[in-house]
């Protein structure tokens, strides 16, 4: 799936995670998601991964405002969020293209 992250800007995205009966039960596991130009790059960023209501499958992806703005907007990026098990097996969620919408204005102050 592919992603448009603003530049400069707070990014938040939920997921639902299902599984064959319903939502997936997220107790002990844990989340991790990375952001590089390419597969094998230097790390760019890391997503901030949360789960909440761990029984009923829902978690959150993030990156704050100054995270973003650094991320650089030429060419697509790539991104990956892995499900870590408390077993330790490993299931990819997501994968795909970000794209960074660059900003026009860099600060906002009153």
């Known amino acids: 799936m592919d992603l448009t992250i603003q530049q400069g800007t707070d ?3 939920g ?10 039960s997220l107790t002990g ?4 998601g990375q952001i590089r130009a390419d597969h094998g790059e230097p790390l760019l960023a890391s ?3 949360t789960t ?3 029984s009923a499958g829902y978690a959150t992806i993030s990156l704050p405002n100054s995270v973003t703005s650094v ?3 030429v060419g697509p990026l790539a991104y990956d969020l ?5 077993d330790a097996n490993q299931l990819r969620l997501l994968e795909g293209a970000i794209i ?3 900003s026009i204005t860099y600060s906002a102050t009153p």
Do not use: E, K, Q, Y
């Open 29 to 32: 596991c844990s989340l991790a």
């Open 71 to 73: 991320l650089p907007s």
């Open 15 to 24: 997921i639902s995670i299902n599984g064959a009966s319903g939502a997936f």
């Open 52 to 54: 909440s209501g761990t």
């Open 82 to 86: 892995l499900l870590i098990r408390s």
């Open 11 to 13: 990014f938040v995205m």
């Open 47 to 49: 997503f901030v991964c």
């Open 100 to 102: 960074i919408d660059p």
